[in-house]
């Protein structure tokens, strides 16, 4: 076991986890398809050239990212390395900054397939395009009884290629009616483009969800995010799939104790004294606060390890400390080891046990570690 780090707070991420999930992902969706892995937000929070690096090394087809800042951050590690940028650009500079780093767009409507195909005319560059298609989550996309034109603009314009169309699963964990709703919308649009002669390389529609809880998957490809990361999401719906059971948390989540105290009984904790001892306790300091990303709103109600025990959070958790019981667990000292996620002496606690304390979902539990968390990289390619 490695001796701990000389940090107040840090992560931890396993890279030989990452490279075993992005394996069982391969192995559960079958040979026929393949994978576009999502690392926008930092790669949840992982570290985006170094999860992005390793995912390259270990088999992904396509990096997903958000925006041109993520797509450079790909491309200062992977020359030519295929990216799809999954939101949507806002401006000529956009558009201009996207054909000239070669990265594959998102386009929803005409105005956005007429401006890009302007710029990269002028560039005189060819652009990748997927074409996004609203089935039910309203955010990007056309209707689907606007794809055929759109796909067809897009498909005649000399400096744009169709080489994707997808979609969006809203509520793939919870709602199996919707879900279904949106994959029918889906082949639908498919099918009307096969009938007309427009066919594409690229068909998505399955995230993390759509590949945990639904046994029909459409498309040649599949975009895994939160999944990558080895956290199943949490649904009302039943997992399939025994390959799920294989993949591992990547990122765990570290601190230290900073101060040690008994005080007797009455005595406030943290500020606004909404938290009060109802007996003589023992409270420690730990070093790691809402400015590090441990969510403000899981105070009172999270548990952290230390010394192999679970420990409550007491009071409101303040920017840079928080303050835990460990009345029982003896002998806490200064500088001892803090498990925010992860495990510790055969226990542990998740991301999505921490998300429920906070009333929140594992996805921002991971994407709101702070920059000034130091990353520390495990695994093959350290």
């Keep these: 076991m490695s001796a701990m780090p000389d940090y107040r707070v840090w992560a ?16 559960g969706i079958g040979e026929e398809r393949r994978i576009i892995t999502v690392v926008k937000a930092d790669a949840y929070g992982h570290g985006l050239p170094q999860i992005a690096g390793h995912l390259m090394q270990h088999g992904t087809d396509i990096l997903g990212v958000a925006n041109l800042g993520e797509a450079a951050a790909v491309r200062s590690i992977g ?23 070669g990265v594959a767009a998102t386009i929803s409507g005409e105005s956005e397939a007429l401006e890009l195909g302007r710029v990269a005319q002028r560039l005189d560059r060819q652009v990748s395009v997927h074409l ?4 039910g989550m309203g955010r990007l996309g056309v209707s689907p009884e606007g794809a055929l034109s759109l796909a067809r603009l897009i ?25 279904r709703i949106q994959l029918d919308r889906f082949e639908g649009v498919l099918s009307e483009l096969t009938q007309n002669r427009l066919s594409v390389s690229h068909v998505h529609a399955m995230n993390s969800g759509g590949l945990v ?23 009302r719906r039943r997992e399939r799939g025994e390959w799920l059971k294989r993949l591992r948390p990547v990122l765990s989540l570290k601190s230290k104790v900073a101060f040690v105290k008994e005080v ?37 109600r999270m548990e952290v390890m ?13 920017m840079d400390q928080m303050i835990v019981d460990v009345s029982e667990v003896p002998n806490v000292r200064r500088g001892d080891e803090v498990v925010i996620i992860g495990t510790q002496r055969g226990d542990g606690i998740s991301a999505k046990e921490q998300a429920a304390a906070a009333g929140t979902i594992p996805w921002e539990v991971l994407t709101s570690i702070t920059q000034r968390v130091p990353r520390i990289y495990r695994g093959v390619s350290v």
Aim: hydrophobic share 35%; glycine share 14%; charged share 20%.
């Design 12 to 27: 931890e991420v396993d890279l030989d986890a990452l490279a075993n999930n992005l394996r069982w992902i391969r192995f």
């Design 79 to 101: 020359k030519g390395w295929p990216i799809l940028m999954l939101g949507a650009c806002c401006s000529g500079g956009e558009f201009e900054k996207l054909c000239l780093d």
């Design 132 to 135: 996004k298609v609203d089935t």
């Design 155 to 179: 498909n005649g314009h000399a400096s744009l290629a169709l080489d994707g169309v997808y979609t969006h699963l809203s509520s793939s964990e919870d709602d199996e009616v919707l879900t």
């Design 213 to 235: 809880y639904e046994d029909r998957w459409v498309g040649n490809y599949v975009r895994p995010g939160l999944l990558v990361y080895g956290i199943v999401p949490s649904g």
């Design 264 to 300: 007797p009984t009455g005595s406030p904790i943290s500020y606004g004294q909404k938290d009060v001892c109802s007996r003589t306790s023992v409270l420690a300091t730990v070093c790691a606060g809402y400015g590090d990303g441990v969510l403000r709103s899981g105070g009172r």
């Design 306 to 318: 230390i010394d192999g025990k679970r420990c409550p959070v007491r009071g409101i958790i303040t």
